[in-house]
């Protein structure tokens, strides 16, 4: 990574971190109280620093899943629905299957939620195949149906009996991801979040459907002249992505709520894109950027009760981060524009002249 493309988002970050600090100074609060506290919750204990990272860990998974996509020239908007079928396929392993060893049921439910994802990203890259669909209209449409499912299955199908609450039945002891830290929030989908993005470097700078799915992504053109299978790289791509947001499903039943939920993610599909963004699409940087939003997550709650600074102000700052990036990234390639059209009618002055 270019030195370049590291300042970029620490730059955005500073600057969203300033204009944080103008608005809570507006609101007659202390900013610099505000953002103590906000270290501190995040990252002054054991505790703070393993709900950083607990919370960061399908945030991890979900920006992998935007990041490998758009590393092969695809947009998958589609991370949210694919954690919800990726969550729902762990819960009907992890509470619906006969009693059997840890390492089994752990290792039977973790493939369930990747392929519970996989197959749902793998279905928004038929229909861009088989019918042209844009992928980011499929994803996005996919993601509400993936919703509605859920909903549908915890209001009827898996609903825990007597069937007054909206949620399947909890996980049995087998199927619970473990703590790495007694007492903590930080549990096994982290060390599996980072063996993923191990797995995000080897598989696209070390393979060689990694080098050929790259290789469409910055020209199709030249990848089908080279004799590429374009098709068979958008499959398998978008169930790789599904299968890394189904994860972020996983993780988070798995290993926080132990059951499924109507609405259990907050928008982790969503955040992901962001994460990414800040990430380059690298896994280092995805990795800290996730970290990063983990600890304004978990920082926050101190920072309310500490400085009292409303949660809302931790989304101003996500939001003002997120802007910044995408803002120099439409510069450059406004910019990168510019330089195109004028070379184009310079050429066209000289033909014209001859």
């Known amino acids: ?3 370049k493309n590291i300042v970029i988002p620490v730059v955005a970050i500073a600057v969203a971190l300033i204009f944080g600090a103008i608005i ?3 609101m007659g ?3 610099l109280l505000a953002y103590e506290s906000l270290v501190q919750g995040a990252f002054g204990s054991v505790y703070g620093v393993t709900t950083t990272l607990a919370k960061a860990t399908p945030l991890i998974f979900t920006g992998l899943s935007f990041a490998l996509a758009k590393k092969t020239g695809l947009l998958n908007i589609g991370a949210e629905g694919q954690l919800y079928m990726g969550g729902l396929c762990s819960v009907l ?4 299957l006969p009693p059997m060893p840890m390492i089994l049921h752990l290792s039977l439910e973790i493939l369930a939620g990747f392929t519970g994802g996989g197959l749902w990203g793998l279905l928004a890259g038929w229909l861009k195949v088989r019918f042209g669909s844009s992928e980011i209209i499929t994803t996005v449409m996919l993601n509400y149906t993936a919703m509605f499912f859920i909903a549908y299955m915890v209001n009827g199908p898996i609903i825990e009996p007597p069937g007054n609450l909206p949620q399947s039945k909890p996980i049995p002891p087998s199927a619970i991801f473990p703590s790495l830290i ?3 929030q930080l549990h096994l989908g982290f060390a599996i979040a980072i063996l993923m993005a191990v797995f995000y470097y080897i598989f696209l700078w070390h393979t060689r459907k990694g080098y050929e799915a790259r290789v469409v992504g910055l020209n199709p053109e030249a990848a089908t002249y080279a004799g590429m299978n374009k098709n068979r790289l958008v499959f398998l791509i978008m169930f790789l992505a599904g299968g890394l947001g189904g994860l972020a499903g996983s993780s988070e039943i798995l290993g926080i709520q132990h059951r499924l939920f109507q609405a259990f993610s907050p928008g982790y599909g969503y955040d992901g894109i962001a994460v990414a963004l800040l990430g380059l699409n690298s896994p280092i940087g995805t ?3 996730a970290i990063l939003f983990g600890a304004l997550r ?7 009760m500490v400085a009292h600074v409303p949660l809302a102000i931790i989304y101003v700052i996500q939001a003002l981060v997120i802007m910044f990036v995408a803002a120099e990234y439409l510069f450059r390639r406004f910019g990168g524009f510019k330089q195109r059209a004028a070379k184009l009618l310079k050429g066209a002055g000289k033909h014209e002249s001859v």
């Open 29 to 31: 609060l202390d900013p």
């Open 182 to 184: 007694p007492n903590t």
């Open 287 to 289: 990795v800290l950027a």
């Open 1 to 3: 990574m270019k030195f």
């Open 24 to 26: 809570i100074a507006v």
């Open 93 to 96: 392993v992890a509470a619906y």
């Open 298 to 304: 978990s920082g926050g709650d101190m920072m309310q």
